[in-house]
């Protein structure tokens, strides 16, 4: 089969890792996959002539039932769709988008949902058809750069100082959109900076989509604030391998989202054997076991005391990070993923 492939693809965010994961899925059951950024179209008409070009597509994915799935809803072949996180968990409060989505998931030939909690909202406020959501949590492969060298990632980062590889780096792994909240912790770790000057926080992610800003007004809020606070630092982004081993080498691994479908970059953390310190919201909490697989925090001064408990307590860094690869293991297989896309990919016929 011959397949469109449409998702928000932002450079080095988690929908495009996921997206580009899933193809490879495809690809690898013998289909022809073609992915597309759903930014490029402006209206359904243009992906139902895209469609109907020969050679024709044979079928279709989205993932975001808003900004991709919207564009399938005219097509004359099958689709299927993945929720994204935002669409569920945000966009569903609006009812014109709401409205839309409904009509997408109606069409849908199936869906894809990362975790149960998603799968229960999405039919709650969307579809209440059991069998056609399924879930499917995300698998997860990580590989780290092998000529990575941590000093120069730290200098480069704005991190000085004699003793610079004796710093504690908590890596906030994030674009810098609303939904990430990237200045959430910023006030409150810059205090616990000046009590211990050896604790900094280094935010990391995507700035913009191509060549424009993903939010102008907040990048420029974040770059004011991190100039003018000590202890915070924002660098620009590096490639997946790149960044793996800059996980790999941090003290913990920070998400501090408003609103998650399920993040890539805290199972990347456990899979690499590195703590995670997340926001509690219900993405979040799907995945990370509050003291087992992970820490939890629902505030900036409860995030502090969390990761001085990481700090003064070696059994239980031993312990999340022993959990949470385990975990990872368990529930986040690549292989599964891949055996449940080419199954339901063939249902698309």
Same mark, same amino acid.
């Given at each position: ?11 080095? =965010?988690? @929908?495009?890792?996921?997206? *580009?994961?899933? /193809? ?6 013998? $289909?022809?996959? &073609?992915? #597309? ?107 780290? =750069?092998? @000529?990575?060298?941590?000093? *120069?990632?730290? /200098? ?6 004699? $003793?610079?590889? &004796?710093? #504690? ?181």
């Amino acid at each position: 089969m011959r397949l469109l492939f449409l998702a928000p693809l932002a450079p080095k =965010t988690g @929908n495009h890792t996921t997206a *580009e994961r899933i /193809r490879v899925h495809i690809e690898s059951a013998g $289909h022809t996959c &073609e992915l #597309r950024d759903a930014a490029e179209f402006q209206s359904p008409a243009e992906v139902t002539n895209l469609i109907s070009q020969k050679p024709a597509f044979d079928g279709a994915l989205a993932i975001h039932l808003f900004k991709a799935g919207r564009h399938l809803l005219d097509i004359p072949v099958p689709f299927g769709v993945i929720f994204g996180g935002t669409d569920i968990n945000e966009d569903v409060k609006v009812e014109k988008k709401r409205v839309v989505m409904q009509q997408v998931l109606l069409k849908a030939r199936f869906a894809v949902a990362f975790t149960n909690k998603l799968k229960e909202e999405a039919e709650l406020f969307l579809l209440p058809q059991r069998n056609k959501i399924f879930v499917q949590p995300q698998g997860i492969k990580t590989e780290v =750069t092998k @000529n990575f060298c941590w000093t *120069e990632f730290l /200098r480069s980062s704005g991190v000085r100082g004699d $003793h610079v590889d &004796e710093a #504690r780096v908590f890596l906030l792994v994030c674009g810098l959109r609303r939904v990430k909240d990237p200045v959430y912790l910023v006030e409150a770790f810059s205090g616990w900076h000046h009590e211990d000057p050896l604790n900094v926080l280094v935010i990391i992610g995507p700035k913009s989509s191509g060549h424009v800003l993903m939010d102008p007004v907040l990048t420029l809020e974040v770059e004011a604030l991190v100039k003018r606070t000590a202890g915070v630092f924002l660098t620009q982004e590096r490639s997946q391998q790149e960044l793996h081993a800059a996980m790999k080498r941090c003290f913990a691994v920070v998400n501090s989202s408003i609103s998650e479908g399920m993040s890539a970059a805290i199972l990347e953390a456990m899979d690499l054997e590195v703590p995670v310190l997340a926001r509690d919201i219900p993405g979040n909490a799907a995945v990370v076991q509050h003291g087992f697989t992970g820490l939890l925090y629902s505030s900036p001064q409860e995030f502090v005391h969390q990761s001085q408990r990481l700090l003064s307590d070696p059994e239980l860094r031993e312990r999340v990070v022993r959990n949470g690869k385990l975990y990872v293991e368990a529930h986040h297989s690549s292989e599964h993923e891949r055996e449940t896309y080419r199954q339901l990919v063939d249902t698309l016929r």
